[in-house]
């Protein structure tokens, strides 16, 4: 005697598998970016490399140009004094600053606030501190960015602006 046993799938059990894994599959994908945005990487060691930002013939006197330093939004200005770089996330909500040429200042269009140009200091507006500056040096005709000047205020600003 035989014993067979008989798997029988309707068209009602196949919609509720693959609407389960569908269901998996979006939970983990919701888990996984909440757990990204709880825990951001950080470098081990704390170390930052060396990037190019621009040459120096590629930024005129007066102008700016936004770049990426350690996967924030950040701002090389050349001034009449010579480069200075900025974070470009404001210090209120996050919102990203540029450079006003016409008012000589980096502003932040979301709620008004204004930053000195050569010390990222709070000008005006309801930003509560100024913005993190980025050591840079220029060699061999280009711009590089070296390290935050205050590695742990930048923590604190990605964490509070969302990891922007």
């Known amino acids: 005697m035989e014993d067979k046993i008989t798997l029988i799938i309707t068209r009602r059990k196949l919609t509720e598998i693959l609407i389960g894994l569908v269901t998996l599959l979006f939970a983990g994908g919701a888990t996984a970016a909440i757990m990204k945005y709880l825990w951001p990487q950080v470098s081990a060691s704390g170390a930052q490399n060396e990037v ?3 040459s120096v013939d ?4 007066g102008s700016s140009k936004k770049f990426l330093f350690n996967g924030k939004a950040a701002v090389l200005l050349h001034m009449p004094a010579g480069f200075r770089a900025f974070g470009a996330i404001c210090t209120h909500l996050g919102c990203v600053a540029s450079w006003k040429p016409d008012e000589n200042i980096i502003f932040c269009p979301c709620h008004l606030g204004k ?9 005006s507006g309801p930003p509560p501190s100024p913005l993190p500056a980025i050591d840079i040096v220029v060699k061999e005709g280009a711009v590089f960015a070296l390290k935050w000047k205050d590695p742990n205020y930048v923590q604190s600003i990605s964490f509070y602006a969302g990891a922007v």
Do not use: S
């Open 115 to 123: 930053f000195d140009p050569n010390t990222g200091a709070v000008v």
């Open 58 to 61: 590629e930024v005129q006197t």
């Open 52 to 54: 190019k930002i621009a």
